[in-house]
């Protein structure tokens, strides 16, 4: 059964840290770009940063570039979302994503609420 299971959500303070986990079952991690999508009350989702299955290369919305960081571990099917200075803009519920090679699947995990507020 494929599933995408995100922990590490939370409330923090502006200025502070979290950092996310999406640990993936069912699938061939290798073979899936990874993505962490956002979307914030009342507005579209949208994508954060990705990272690719095998170079690792990786891609940042502007708003979040010198903050975040993404990276994966594919012995553990894991990605990471490193997030530091958080700003109360970046209050959303986080989503991972898995898109394979070809774009013939795609799956989403549940999402984790991070809140930044003092």
């Known amino acids: 059964q494929v599933q995408l299971v995100e922990s590490g959500g939370g409330l923090v303070q502006p200025g502070g840290s979290l950092r996310l986990s999406c640990y993936a079952f069912g699938f061939t991690f290798t073979s899936y770009t990874m993505r962490w999508y956002r979307q914030a009350a009342g507005t579209e989702r949208e994508e954060v940063a990705g990272?690719?299955?095998?170079?690792?290369?990786?891609n940042y919305v502007d708003s979040v570039k010198g903050r975040f960081t993404i990276s994966r571990d594919n012995a553990k099917n894991i990605v990471y979302l490193q997030m530091n200075s958080l700003k109360p803009e970046d209050t959303a519920v986080y989503y991972c994503?898995?898109?394979?090679?070809?774009?013939?699947?795609?799956?989403w995990g549940q999402g984790t609420q991070v809140t930044v507020s003092s």
């Open positions: 994503n898995a898109i394979e090679w070809y774009g013939r699947y795609e799956y």
């Open positions: 990272i690719t299955a095998l170079s690792g290369r990786t």
